[in-house]
Nanobody
Framework: QVQLVESGGGLVQPGGSLRLSCAAS????????IGWFRQAPGKEREGVSC????????TYTFSVRGRFTISRDYASNTVYLQMNSLTPEDTAVYYC?????????????????WGQGTLVTVSS
């Protein structure tokens, strides 16, 4: 059974950092792309970043470039999202998802298995 479990969300002050984890089970990271998405209250879901399990390629949405870093650990079958210099605009529920594709994509329609989400709140 393919499953994704996110963790690491919480309350952080502006300028702070958090690291989100996405633990994958039932499949290998080698075979798919893992993406991080977020959805703020009243807004549509937004693709944040993704990583190719095949070659480690990554992509980021413009608003997080230089602040967020996606990485993977094959030993634990986990994908991480390191988030630095957080702002209130980063407040959202963050989801990880997997897609059986060989290209990098931040389009949520291409992802077929999703985690339950973890809430990130950036506030003073």
């Amino acid at each position: 059974q393919v499953q994704l479990v996110e963790s690491g969300g919480g309350l952080v002050q502006p300028g702070g950092s958090l690291r989100l984890s996405c633990a994958a089970s039932g499949f290998s990271l080698d075979d798919s792309v893992i993406g991080w998405f977020r959805q703020a209250p009243g807004k549509e879901r937004e693709g944040v970043s993704c990583i190719s399990g095949r070659n480690g390629g990554t992509t980021y949405t413009f608003s997080v470039r230089g602040r967020f870093t996606i990485s993977r650990d094959y030993a634990s079958n986990t994908v991480y999202l390191q988030m630095n210099s957080l702002t209130p605009e980063d407040t959202a529920v963050y989801y990880c998802a997997t897609a059986r594709i060989w290209w990098l994509s931040l389009a949520s329609a291409e992802y077929n298995t999703w985690g339950q989400g973890t809430l990130v709140t950036v506030s003073s």
